[in-house]
Nanobody, 125 residues
Framework: QVQLVESGGGSVQAGGSLRLSCAAS????????LAWFRQAPGQEREGVAT???????TYADSVKGRFTISQDTANRALYLQMNSLKPEDTAMYYC???????????????????WGQGTQVSVSS
């Protein structure tokens, strides 16, 4: 069982930056994937970035070069640094975890089994 809680969302102007945080409850898994998803009103959920417990990362093409996913295992925290924000980045952002898998499964978004409640990001022109 893993509980995830996001924070750090807010409203910024285009070109600005935000850092999202995701705090996790205690866990005993050695192998896992962590990910950030986002969902805008009327649109489907979109995978933004993933990171394996050993550090490998992947990014959606729409955010590559602007967003950075990272983790602090000692503090059980996940982060998403978002730079050069665009209005199309506006969405509810969720962190998620997929436990007990190798890094090759991190982009199998349908398999994620733990989810946070979401934090809103709004980017204005």
């Amino acid at each position: 069982q893993v509980q995830l809680v996001e924070s750090g969302g807010g409203s910024v102007q285009a070109g600005g930056s935000l850092r999202l945080s995701c705090a996790a409850s205690e866990y005993t898994y050695s192998y896992y994937c962590l990910a950030w998803f986002r969902q805008a009103p009327g649109q489907e959920r979109e995978g933004v970035a993933t990171i394996h417990s050993y550090g490998r990362t992947t990014y959606a093409d729409s955010v590559k070069g602007r967003f950075t996913i990272s983790q602090d295992t000692a503090n059980r925290a996940l982060y998403l640094q978002m730079n050069s924000l665009k209005p199309e980045d506006t969405a509810m952002y969720y962190c998620a975890a997929l436990t007990g898998v190798s890094e090759s499964y991190c982009n199998r978004f349908e398999l994620y089994n733990y989810w946070g409640q979401g934090t809103q990001v709004s980017v204005s022109s």
